[in-house]
Each structure stands twice: as structure tokens, then as C-alpha cells.
């Protein structure tokens, strides 16, 4: 909960033009956590100037603009890094998307192998992926699907549900009642949660069998490599 808290704070204190260097003597955390916390905020050239005219820190402005020529160069080489990825990615083979979708479902979904299939995830990206492999990689009709929800009484119901329906192109005739969570997200306030839980759910046995059997057959075959290693 205190970390929580602290970087609320060390946020707020950057978005207001503070150096790492009085975050850090303010809130007393190490630098190297403000560099994990902070990497998105850079300070703005207003901000340097402002920061330089205080001789206490002027010295710092060197430091913040050598923070800023290194991020702007990552993120120049991670660009680049991704129109290649995106070049090589995004001609996946029908085969190639039903195991991507396998993978996913090993680590995300529900295992009983009676239940539905059900995907959940906070990350929007992660459910409209889970969307196309259900649709194109198993051949589930959209109609079909129904979307599950774990919000919190502090949010906007009808406006989360709009959110999902918007992210999805699902109608909210397709939501179930989402289940509320009676507590606030200040326990929880991170990066992942801002807009609750969504899940995916089909109900057809035979093809959650086919789903656990072939997660079962890849692991049972590459758990055997292993043994051929030793």
C-alpha cells in the first residue's frame, strides 16, 4: 500500500517539474526506483529551464537532459525493432494462430476441463487477441461469445461495460452481469487494473477438450526433450 502511495506521489511531483533528485530527497526513495517509476515523464524544456534557474539543482538539468537523449534513442531502436517484428508477425498461417492461441490460453485460461472456455485478462490487447483466435483459429461464432466482468464499486459500471463493448465490436446484449468487487482499487492501483477484468467465454465441451488435450500433448512432448537433454 505504501508503494502504492509513493508512486502516486513521486508522479505527481515529476508531472509538477521535480528533479529525480528532489523526489528523492522529498520522498527519500533511490533513484533507480524513480527511473523505473518515471521513464515515461520527462520533464519538458519550460520544465529544464525552470529546474536550472534554481542553483540547487541546476546541476541536475545535465542529468535530466542526458535522461532524455537516451529515451528518445530507445525509443527510436524500439520502433525499428517493432516495424520489423510487425513485418515478420503478422502473416500468421491458420496453424501458426491456433498454437499462438493455445499458448495463450495454457497461461490465461480456465483448466477444468468440464468448464467453458474462458479467457480473462485486464489487458485490453491480450482479450482482443483471445477474440480473433476464438473466432478465426476455432471457428466460434462472435454471436456466440459472452463477455464476463470483475469491476469495482468505485467505478463507472455502464461506462467500463461501453469501454469492453467499444474494445471488443461486441453488443452489451452479449455482457453478462458484471460481478462487482465491494472495495476500492487503492490497494490495487497499478498499472493493469483501470479498467477492471474482462473475460471471454464459450461453452462447448468437445472443444474444450481438444483445447486441454492439445496443451496436454505439447507439454507432455517437450517435457520428454528434457529428459533427452539430461
Known sequence: MARVVDRQRAIELRKQGKSYGQI??????????????????PLSEKQLALLKLNKEYSRQVAAEKNRITKRKKREARIQATYEEQHKYWTSLSQRELELAGIFLYWGEGTKLIKGPIVISNTDPQVIKFSLVWMVYGLGIPKEKLKVTLHLYNDMDIKKEMEYWSKQLRLPLSQFAKPYIKKSTRV?????????????????????????????????DHYSSKIEAMI
Do not use: P
Open 187 to 219: 490497494n490495487i492501483n497499478h498499472k493493469g487494473y483501470g479498467h477492471g477484468t474482462c473475460g471471454l467465454l464459450f461453452s462447448n465441451v468437445l472443444l474444450k477438450e481438444k483445447i486441454m488435450m492439445a496443451i496436454k500433448a505439447i507439454s
Open 24 to 41: 528523492k530527497k522529498q520522498l527519500g526513495i533511490a533513484k533507480s526506483t524513480l527511473s523505473d517509476w518515471l521513464s515515461k515523464y
